[in-house]
């Protein structure tokens, strides 16, 4: 276990992507994480992930 928590360690998030939304659709997407008890960081980086995923080209 404890050699999983050193390389989670190691990968740390060193990015920002930066976006630009409407005020009124940023405040109604942090209230649903807030009330699903998950972050908009944390499910931004899942459909990120996801996407990536959907769209791998087969080596």
């Known amino acids: 276990m404890a050699a ?6 190691k990968e740390r998030k ?3 992507l930066i ?3 409407k005020g009124r659709e940023r405040d109604q997407f942090v ?4 009330e699903l008890d998950t972050s908009a960081a944390r ?3 899942r459909f990120i992930r996801d996407f990536l995923k959907e769209h791998a080209t087969p080596a």
């Open 4 to 9: 999983d928590k050193k390389l989670k360690k």
């Open 43 to 45: 499910e931004v980086r």
């Open 19 to 21: 976006i630009r939304i």
């Open 31 to 34: 209230e649903l994480c807030d």
């Open 14 to 16: 060193d990015s920002q």
